[in-house]
Every structure is written in structure tokens, then in C-alpha cells.
């Protein structure tokens, strides 16, 4: 996935600010569609196999950085407008092709559960396609980051009914701030500045890992203070399978993409995704972290989910712990 900075807020708040927002109904139906799956609605095919499918194809199925076998980022789920039905008009994640010769420029419209919830829905209307490709290209990134939520949101709802309440009550107690936890996990290790929660089934390992040091300065946040807090924290407190071995991130092969991400709920965050490893065996795996500083504790937070199972596919699991990463809510004094 392609680096997202600071000022990818400026484009968010400018895209939101010329988007026509489509009025809502009083009560949302469920939104359907595959996990990361996206509705494509052109009015031809000709658009689908040209250059405004091409741009949307090379963005949404590009390879997810940090999993160590190539899988794509998004499904794509194509129809043409004809076949765009009230059962298609469910879908979670639509994105709407339009050309209209008349049009004096390019302009994007989006919803927020226009027709079911979760949803997000982004029309794109261009005079012509080489107009529509250079909107798309600009707003990309923000129209992504919006159908990411949308499956945090999705995951989540799926999860809050089967929380346990005893790890986020842990969790609440130790770091001030609770996340959802679905039944299965379980806390392997609960130490002063760090806790791992588990889900071990026979042949796969889900986890949690949330770890806080004392916060210092903003040279905290960056890609090599974060890689090295991380090596210390999990080298400490995950060990390996052998004697001798811990847990690393690996930085040679897959080194760590480092990304200011937005809509965290703690606030300034940044997002690490990356590989891990086990040092003296040969382990590893993706994981994501998201590290703020908690200006009530004086403390900078990691909140980490990393997956484990050989030669399966691991972007889904990645990201129902990313989701739940997400579900952080502080307590309130």
C-alpha cells in the first residue's frame, strides 16, 4: 500500500468539502460483499477494459505490503449500470463510473450509508475518461482509506457481541483504554509496560501485543525509534520455539513501512506494517502496530496485532486484528 502523510489530511478535508453528500434513509438495511471486496458500476465495458479500469485495477488490486505471500489489497467486483440493481445498491464499498460529455469538469460525490450500513459510496462524473482517470488518481488514496473503514466497521460489528469482557477490563486497568476482544483470546502475559493477548488454534496464531515507555520528544515517532522500541519490547517478552530465540522484526527483506494515519482513534499515530521474525529459528509473519503518545500517562503506546499461520493466506486475519486495533476507546476520568 502506498505511503500516506500529513498532508493527505489537506486532500480528505478538500475532497470532503466538494463532495455532494446524498441524502440517508431513516433505517439502514446490512451491507453485503466479500471481505475488501469493492462494487465497480461503469456504464460499459468499454470503460472496465480501457483506461478508467485500468486505473482503478492497478490502485485496488495492488499487492498488500508486509504479507509474505503476494495477495492483493482489494477484490473488485464489476457490473455495468444496467445490472446495477437494489440488491447490488447493498454492497459496502461502491465506486460509480460516469461519463457525461456535457459535464464542464470532473467532480466526485460520495454517501456515507446511502443505501445499507456500513457503506460508503463514491460517484465519479468526468466529461471524458482521461478527465475522470486524473480525478481518480488525485482522490485515490482518500476513496481507499474510506472503504478500509468500512470493513474495520463491518469486522467489528461482527466481534463486539462475543467480547470478553475480562481481557478489555485488563486491558482498561493497565493503559486506560479498552479494545475489542473477541472469546478465544486469552492474556499469555500481563508485565507493567506490556501485555500479549493470544489466540492459538492448531495450525495458526492470532495476536494482540500492547506495550507504553515513557514519552520523550516527537524523535519517537520515527522509523528507526520505532523499529528498535519494538525489537526491545517483543525480544524481551516473546520468546521463540527453541532455546534462544525471541521475536524480531524483520528489516532486510520486507523492511518496515512507517505511515502517519489519520483517523486513529488515539489521535497523532503511526502505523507500522511490516514482517516479523523469530531470531536463531525460522518463524514469522505479518504484523501492523499503531503508536501515539497518551498525553494522561505521559506514556507512548503501541497497540500491535501480528497473525502466524505457514503458507495461508493472511490478509483477512490481518485485518480483523487491524480492526480491533482500531476499537480503542479511552476511559473516561
Not at 464489476?78 to 463510473?97: D, Y
Not at 475518461?129 to 482522490?139: I, R
Request: proline share 5%.
Amino acid at each position: 500500500m502506498k505511503t500516506r502523510n500529513i498532508a493527505m489530511v489537506a486532500v480528505i478535508l478538500s475532497v470532503m468539502m466538494m463532495a455532494c453528500e446524498h441524502p440517508t434513509v431513516s433505517r439502514k438495511d446490512r451491507s453485503t460483499g466479500n471481505i475488501a471486496e469493492i462494487l465497480v458500476v461503469t456504464q460499459n465495458d468499454d470503460q472496465w477494459s480501457g483506461i478508467i479500469g485500468d486505473s482503478i485495477k492497478h490502485f485496488f488490486l495492488d499487492y498488500q505490503y508486509g504479507l509474505p505471500q503476494p495477495e492483493e489489497q482489494n477484490k473488485l467486483l464489476h457490473i455495468n449500470v444496467g445490472a446495477f440493481s437494489e440488491l447490488f445498491h447493498k454492497h459496502k464499498c461502491i465506486l460509480e463510473v460516469e461519463i457525461d460529455p456535457t459535464a464542464e469538469k470532473a467532480v466526485a460525490e460520495t454517501a456515507v450509508d446511502l443505501w445499507a450500513a456500513p457503506q460508503r459510496y463514491v460517484k465519479i462524473t468526468a466529461p471524458n475518461a482521461y478527465a475522470w482517470v486524473d480525478l481518480f488518481e488525485t482522490q485515490k488514496e482518500v476513496y481507499h482509506k474510506w472503504f478500509n473503514k468500512v470493513e474495520r466497521d463491518r469486522i467489528l460489528n461482527v466481534l463486539r457481541p462475543t467480547n470478553d469482557n475480562k481481557i478489555s477490563e485488563a486491558i482498561a486497568k493497565k493503559f486506560g483504554f479498552t479494545l475489542t476482544v473477541p472469546q478465544g483470546f486469552y492474556i499469555a502475559k500481563n508485565e507493567p509496560e506490556f501485555m500479549w493477548i493470544r489466540k492459538e488454534l492448531e495450525r495458526s496464531s492470532a495476536c494482540l501485543v500492547i506495550y507504553q515507555l515513557p514519552y520523550q520528544d516527537t524523535a519517537q515517532f520515527s522509523r528507526e525509534s520505532l523499529i528498535a522500541m519494538r525489537n526491545m519490547m517483543v525480544g524481551k517478552h516473546i520468546p521463540g520455539p527453541s532455546e534462544g530465540s525471541y521475536m524480531a522484526t524483520e528489516t532486510e527483506f520486507v523492511p518496515p513501512l512507517v505511515t502517519y494515519v489519520a483517523d486513529y482513534p488515539a489521535g497523532y499515530t503511526m502505523e507500522m506494517r511490516g514482517m516479523w521474525r523469530v531470531e536463531n529459528d525460522f518463524m514469522g509473519g505479518p504484523f501492523v502496530s499503531y503508536t501515539f503518545a497518551d498525553n494522561r500517562t505521559g506514556n507512548l503506546v503501541t497497540v500491535e496485532g501480528y497473525y502466524y499461520e505457514p503458507n495461508q493466506k493472511k490478509r483477512n486475519a490481518l485485518l480483523q486484528l487491524e480492526a480491533m486495533a482500531y476499537s480503542l476507546k479511552f476511559v473516561e476520568e
